[in-house]
Antibody, heavy 121, light 110 residues
C-alpha cells in the first residue's frame, strides 16, 4: 500500500517562504510521478504542480498562480518530494496535499493527509 | 476560476442514482482523459475514475464515468448516505499546460 505523509506546514507572513516535505513509501519511488494540490478555506481543489520521475526527465509543471514563486523538487534517496514556496501571498493560505500520480498525466491515486499553510501578518 | 464547469449541487434518494455533468473545452476534456475525485467531509480527496471510465481497485462499480466531446459525467447508482460529499472532475489542459479541476458538486442523499 502506498503511503504519503506531508510535513512542514505552518504560519508565515506575506512575502515569506516555507518548504513542505512529502515522504512516500510502498512503491518504487524513483519511478513515481508526484503532484501537489491545495484547497483554500471553504474552496474547491486547485492543482499546484507535478514532478515527473528522473527516467521521464524529472521535469516540473506548475499552475499559473504559483508559477515563478513555487518549485517542486525530489530526493529519490529519501523517497521524498518538496514544495518550496516563496513570495507567499495571503491567497496561498490552504491545506496542501501531496499525491502519487498512478496514471499519467495526473490521475492521483494516493493522497497524504494534508498540511495547513497559513499566510497572515 | 476553473475552466471545467459543474453544477454546485446534486441530490438523490437512497438506492436511486445521481448524475454529475462536467463541461469543458477542446483544450482539456476534448483532447485528454477525464478523472473524477470524491472528497468526503474532512478527508483527503480520493480517485474514483481515471481515463474517463476506469475504476481504481477498490472503487465500487456503482460509480461510472463517461465522456463525449468536450463533456463528461459521473454516475452514482444505488446511492448510500456515505456517498455524501464533494465530487470533482479534472483533466489536463493543453492550452494552460496545467491540470485543472472542476468547480465541484456537493452531493446530498435525501
Amino acid at each position: 500500500e502506498v503511503q504519503v505523509v506531508e510535513s512542514g506546514g505552518g504560519l508565515v507572513q506575506p512575502g515569506g517562504s516555507l518548504r513542505l516535505s512529502c515522504a512516500v513509501s510502498g512503491l518504487s519511488f524513483s519511478d513515481a510521478w508526484m503532484s501537489w494540490v491545495r484547497q483554500g478555506p471553504g474552496k474547491g481543489l486547485e492543482w499546484v504542480g507535478r514532478i515527473k520521475s528522473k527516467r521521464s526527465g524529472g521535469t516540473t509543471d506548475y499552475a499559473a498562480p504559483v508559477r515563478g514563486r513555487f518549485s517542486i523538487s525530489r530526493d529519490d534517496s529519501k523517497s521524498t518530494i518538496y514544495l518550496q514556496m516563496n513570495s507567499l501571498k495571503i491567497e496561498d493560505t490552504a491545506v496542501y496535499y501531496c499525491a502519487y500520480i498512478a496514471w499519467a498525466p495526473v490521475a492521483m491515486n494516493s493522497w497524504g493527509q494534508g498540511g495547513l499553510v497559513t499566510v497572515s501578518s | 476560476q476553473s475552466v471545467l464547469t459543474q453544477p454546485p449541487s446534486a441530490s438523490g434518494t437512497p438506492g436511486l442514482w445521481v448524475t454529475i455533468p462536467c463541461s469543458g473545452s477542446s483544450s482539456n476534456i476534448g483532447k485528454n482523459p477525464v478523472n473524477w475525485y470524491q472528497q468526503l467531509p474532512r478527508t483527503a480527496p480520493k480517485l474514483l475514475i481515471y481515463k474517463n471510465n476506469q475504476r481504481p481497485s477498490g472503487v465500487p462499480d456503482r460509480f461510472s464515468g463517461s465522456k463525449s466531446g468536450t463533456s463528461a459525467s459521473l454516475a452514482i447508482s444505488g446511492l448510500y448516505s456515505e456517498d455524501e460529499g464533494d465530487y470533482y472532475c479534472a483533466a489536463w489542459d493543453d492550452s494552460l499546460n496545467a491540470y485543472v479541476f472542476g468547480t465541484g458538486t456537493q452531493v446530498t442523499v435525501l
